[in-house]
């Protein structure tokens, strides 16, 4: 069983930065996929940035060269820096875990942390 608990998240101005975190508990950290998604209001959650376990990193062409993830396996914190914040970044940013183990996909959501962008 995974635990996500995210942090970090509040109310900043447009053109402020952010840096958002996930601990994660279990064992499996080291080979889980860990991704950030976000929800804004009226709207379909969509993924904003991913690393898998090896550290490749993908982002939504929204927030590319204004935000960047990173991961502490070591800690098990998953970490999202965002810079130059837009109004449009305003939601609840979700921290994923996803990993296969014994040909079984495993998938696994905190509670959310609130991003609110001011214009």
């Known amino acids: 069983q995974v635990q996500l608990v995210e942090s970090g998240g509040g109310l900043v101005q447009a053109g402020g930065s952010l840096r958002l975190s996930c601990a994660a508990s279990?064992?499996?950290?080291?080979?889980?996929?860990m991704a950030w998604y976000r929800q804004a209001p009226g709207k379909q959650r969509e993924l904003v940035a991913a690393?898998?376990?090896?550290?490749?990193?993908n982002y939504a062409d929204s927030v590319k060269g204004r935000f960047t993830i990173s991961r502490d396996n070591h800690q098990k914190m998953v970490y999202l820096q965002m810079n130059s914040l837009k109004p449009e970044d305003t939601g609840v940013y979700y921290c994923?875990?996803?990993?296969?183990?014994?040909?079984?996909?495993?998938?696994?959501w905190g509670q959310g942390t609130q991003v609110t962008v001011s214009s």
């Open positions: 994923n875990s996803n990993h296969v183990l014994w040909a079984r996909g495993y998938d696994y």
């Open positions: 279990g064992n499996i950290f080291s080979i889980a996929n």
């Open positions: 690393i898998t376990s090896g550290g490749s990193t």
